[in-house]
């Protein structure tokens, strides 16, 4: 969406729309030019920074364990691949790839 764009409404009368500054996301709030959603996110944040830095540490973790779980599981697959090759059993890309997909899974 460009900057600014107007709509009609079906009473006829006009609506200005602009992207929200944070999301992108349009928005009819031409003043703020902030979404519903991002408007309320700020304004928690600047009504209490120190919750908000810890919520935001708290998820910085959670994605941090989410990832470091994921790179245990493919490492898991890929030793497991390297055993059946060394062994002789060249595995063929739907299954190696059906493998690497079941380790993704959480």
């Given at each position: 969406?460009?900057?600014?764009?107007?709509?009609?409404?079906?009473?006829?009368?006009?609506?200005?729309?602009?992207?929200?500054?944070?999301?992108?996301?349009?928005?009819?709030?031409?003043?703020?030019k902030?979404?519903?959603?991002?408007w309320?996110?700020?304004?928690?944040?600047q009504?209490?920074p120190?919750?908000?830095?810890?919520?935001?540490?708290e998820?910085?973790?959670?994605?941090?364990?989410?990832?470091?779980?994921?790179?245990?599981?493919?490492?898991?697959?890929?030793?497991?691949v390297?055993?059946?090759?060394?062994?002789?059993?060249?595995?063929?890309a739907?299954?190696?790839?059906?493998?690497?997909?079941?380790?993704?899974?959480?």
């Amino acid at each position: 969406m460009s900057d600014s764009m107007t709509t009609g409404s079906a009473a006829g009368s006009l609506t200005r729309v602009v992207d929200c500054d944070l999301c992108g996301k349009p928005t009819k709030m031409t003043a703020t030019k902030r979404c519903d959603r991002c408007w309320e996110l700020e304004r928690r944040v600047q009504d209490d920074p120190d919750i908000a830095r810890k919520v935001l540490i708290e998820v910085s973790g959670q994605q941090r364990a989410y990832v470091l779980a994921v790179i245990d599981k493919m490492r898991g697959v890929i030793e497991a691949v390297y055993r059946r090759w060394d062994e002789g059993d060249e595995a063929d890309a739907p299954e190696l790839g059906a493998a690497i997909l079941e380790a993704m899974k959480l």
